[in-house]
């Protein structure tokens, strides 16, 4: 068998490596791979298996890519990135403060039209913020009234406010 049918056969399984290894596809350091196997086919002992010998190559190419400068960089620069971009503009516009308004008053709305009990543990656990054992000793319940009416009451928020989440 000719080295371009070895390379041809395991080409799939050197993929495989260094997308385990460096957790993306890389290309650049499949032909790497290559290049390398190429040049050194003359140390390529037959006695040994091809797959081995060019798993042990792309291993090793695969963890000093993860070593080198440029993918440190290209780490930060992507982390510098993500921060950039995930700063929000704080300018309120009108259009933002008037939709802003819109939605807290029918989150108010909502929440008036709950049944007594769970506009009260609502109010004092999300509005107030008392703990479940704070409001179970306020209101003389106990702890698992208070977890049941407050994810009953959430429930009957979601469906209320359903096209505004």
């Known amino acids: 068998m000719n080295f371009k049918d070895l390379i041809n056969n395991?080409?799939?399984?050197v993929r495989n490596i260094i997308r385990l290894i460096t957790k993306e596809t890389n290309e650049d350091l499949e032909q790497?791979?290559?290049v390398r196997a190429w040049k050194n086919q003359d140390k390529y002992v037959e006695?040994?298996?091809f797959k081995t010998w060019i798993n042990t190559i792309a291993k090793n190419i695969s963890k000093d890519y993860l070593k080198s400068a440029n993918y440190r960089n290209s780490q930060n620069s992507t982390a510098d990135d993500e921060v950039i971009n995930?700063?929000?503009?704080?300018?309120?516009?009108?259009?933002?403060?008037?939709m802003s308004k819109i939605r807290q008053?029918?989150?108010?709305?909502?929440?008036e039209n709950l049944k007594p009990k769970f506009k009260e543990v609502i109010m004092l656990c999300d509005i107030e913020g008392y703990s479940y054992?704070?409001?179970?000793?306020?209101?003389g319940v106990p702890i698992g009234t208070v977890k049941s009416r407050i994810y009953n009451a959430k429930k009957e928020l979601a469906t209320q406010l359903e096209d505004l989440l």
Request: charged letters at 40%.
């Open 133 to 139: 054992e704070e409001i179970a000793n306020k209101l």
């Open 105 to 111: 008053k029918r989150i108010i709305e909502a929440i």
């Open 32 to 34: 790497e791979v290559y």
């Open 86 to 98: 995930s700063i929000k503009d704080n300018k309120s516009t009108p259009e933002t403060a008037l």
């Open 10 to 13: 395991n080409k799939d399984n």
């Open 47 to 49: 006695k040994g298996n």
